[in-house]
């Protein structure tokens, strides 16, 4: 099946209007700030997004992306592939209207003057937002193990606790 684009830039008012469901992809070569920031990245950006307005009034889109990068192991230096994926609920508004009212569920998303958002980048955004702060292997799956770690530049993300320090802090705490 041929994979629908989705528009670069829309106006998202009215889709909420419409009640405008898209179901399909955006290039990820239109993204040249994610393609810098990863080693690779899938062509496609699958993506999800509902166009509404809920019973305040108040126009919102809602909806997921996923696709997949490849990054570098902090930890054995080789190439590996994550994929990733994150949720979206936000609410368009303009420059003349104040936002502090808007329910937390939302994030406001501006618009510009001609009333539109230009969602390669706000999406650009949010896939940015989710990729790994220390892109890392699964454990298992990594050349270097835990235990070899230790001369490691990084540091295991959970080190081995010692059982006496967690009893003094549990004592510490009781005090
Ligand atoms: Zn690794």
Redesign the pocket.
Known sequence: MQKVKLPKQLDPIKNAQKGAKYEGIMLSRDMGRLVEAVTDVADDIDIKAMFDIDAQGLAFFQGSLSTSVKLV?Q??N?I?EQAISTDFCFSPYSSSQNIDDLPDVYEPVEVNDHGEINLVELFEDELMLSLPIVA??PEED???SANEMTFGKIEPAVEQPNPFAVLKELKQNQE
């Open positions: 192991c930890r054995c080789e590996y890392m292997h990594c050349k270097v």
